[in-house]
């Protein structure tokens, strides 16, 4: 079945310090993939996506994701973490259905 | 460009009334999502829309649920009779054909059922 995967459920970091949120997804040909970040009481807001070509893309706000075809993963990473980066984040595959499927959501906390 | 508008923003309701969300989508996508968020889950996609067509209800509970969008531009999400664990944020989106600027989403309607 077609599927996405956060392992992670709550991640806490202190501010300034390096973050990587994980994310797997499970089907045999490449789907298309996403970052969403959602604050409280907030929409869904598009970080960034991968279709093809370059394997790392740059996102909005400083988040950057590396698609790895060999792992099945689409890690998404920032090298110092705000205060302000406190939200839920939310990995999600496109397939040939053309459905958006998303992960259960991975929480940051960051102390200062 | 203007994005996805939804409304209401909040609703309470009693359980066994009926409720009703509007969404309306960017101008030009064909495709129109709505997705069920329960708090501290994934959001869950209840229905897909091409144009005016369904493409994708399997996930909706249709015994309660029924969406709807006539002439292929604003949809509504209806729910009748409500039940408390339908409490939830109802969210739009909607995409190009060609998917490429991603999926975008509304703010989202949050239902408290009672």
């Known amino acids: 079945a077609q599927s996405v995967t956060q392992p992670d459920i709550h991640i806490t970091v202190s501010e300034g310090a390096s973050l990587e949120l994980r994310c797997n997804y499970s089907?045999?040909?490449?789907?298309?993939l996403f970052w969403y970040v959602q604050s409280p009481g907030q929409g869904l807001q598009l970080l960034l996506k991968?279709?093809?070509?370059?394997?790392l893309v740059q996102g909005i706000k400083g988040f950057e994701a590396e698609f790895k075809r060999s792992q099945s993963s689409f890690n998404l990473r920032k090298p110092s973490v705000h205060w302000s980066d406190a939200a839920e984040y939310f990995c999600?595959?496109?397939?040939?259905?053309?459905?958006?499927?998303f992960g259960t959501g991975t929480r940051l906390q960051v102390f200062p | 460009e203007a994005g996805v508008a939804q409304s209401p923003r909040y609703k309470i309701i009693e359980k066994r009334q009926s409720v009703a969300f509007w969404c309306n989508p960017i101008?030009?996508?064909?495709?129109l999502y709505w997705y069920q968020q329960i708090l501290g889950q994934g959001p869950k996609l209840l229905i897909q829309f091409q144009n005016n067509g369904v493409v994708d209800d399997s996930q909706l509970p249709k015994d309660r649920f029924s969406a709807e969008r006539l002439k292929g531009v604003d949809s509504t999400l209806k729910i009748q009779p409500a039940k408390l664990e339908d409490s939830a944020v109802y969210l739009c989106?909607?995409?190009?054909?060609?998917?490429?600027?991603?999926?975008?989403f509304g703010s989202g309607t949050r239902l408290t059922v009672v």
């Open positions: 991968y279709f093809s070509g370059d394997t």
């Open positions: 101008s030009g996508h064909a495709t």
């Open positions: 089907y045999g040909a490449t789907p298309y």
């Open positions: 989106a909607s995409s190009s054909r060609d998917r490429r600027g991603g999926y975008t």
């Open positions: 999600a595959v496109v397939y040939n259905t053309d459905k958006l499927i």
